[in-house]
């Protein structure tokens, strides 16, 4: 198992980084929260998890050992893959979901794309003991989701220059979704992402 990966960020894009090991470019599939944090020639150390399927193997990367552990922990209940541990770990912090699960919120688990009502049900049922006890305090949701307008603004500018948009065409970006996102009870970040770069291709 790859345990981590460490090395000046060779490229960027919407769910992946590049990071050079070796002389070896390893391509890591991240969350937009990750990916915000990272930017091309500076060096970035990812803990990482080898998903090993019949025709792939996919690298994911974490913001720290934590996440990581969530992540494969959320695939020991049914009918979580990959990617769906990936999505709810971009809308909640590690805390956030331990939280979640440990009141039995159910709409925070619905606030992930991908889990409607009744799978909501099933993974708090299922992951009841699995997760264990909140490690930071009880403020643990990820700002994208708790926190007002600002929140997702920053967090949404910071993704696109780590993608390498100059800061004018960040800002447009940012400006077109707000009417989405200001619809939202809860803004999700990369949703928003999405929305901001098909905007950003068009414009090109």
Same mark, same amino acid.
């Given at each position: 198992m790859i345990a981590f990966v460490s090395g000046p960020v060779a490229a960027l894009a919407p769910d992946t980084a590049v990071i050079e090991v070796g002389g070896i470019g390893m391509a890591v599939q991240c969350s937009p929260g990750t990916l915000a944090a990272l930017r091309v020639g500076e060096p970035a150390r990812l803990a990482t998890s080898l998903v090993v399927r019949e025709d792939s193997l996919t690298l994911y990367g974490f913001a720290d050992?934590?996440?990581?552990? @969530?992540?494969?922990?959320?695939?020991?209940?049914? #009918? /979580?893959?990959?990617?769906?541990?990936?999505?709810?770990?971009? /809308?909640?912090? +590690?805390?956030?979901?331990? *939280?979640? /699960?440990?009141?039995?919120?159910? &709409?925070?688990?619905?606030? @992930? +794309?991908? *889990?409607? &009502?009744? #799978?909501?049900?099933? %993974?708090? %049922?299922?992951? &009841?003991?699995? %997760? #264990?006890? +909140? /490690? #930071?305090?009880?403020?643990? @949701?990820?700002p994208a989701a708790a926190a007002g307008p600002a929140s997702w603004r920053e967090q949404l500018h910071a993704a696109l220059i780590g993608l390498g948009y100059q800061p004018r065409e960040a800002e447009e970006a940012v400006a077109a979704v707000a009417p989405q996102a200001e619809a939202s009870a809860e803004p999700q970040v990369g949703v928003l992402l999405r929305a901001a770069l098909q905007t950003l291709n068009r414009a090109r």
């Open positions: 050992d934590d996440e990581r552990q @969530v992540f494969e922990l959320l695939q020991t209940a049914s #009918g /979580v893959g990959p990617r769906l541990a990936q999505a709810m770990l971009a /809308v909640h912090s +590690p805390d956030g979901l331990r *939280i979640a /699960v440990a009141t039995g919120d159910e &709409k925070a688990l619905t606030a @992930v +794309p991908g *889990i409607g &009502k009744k #799978g909501a049900q099933r %993974l708090l %049922l299922e992951l &009841k003991d699995r %997760l #264990g006890a +909140p /490690v #930071g305090g009880a403020a643990a @949701v990820r």
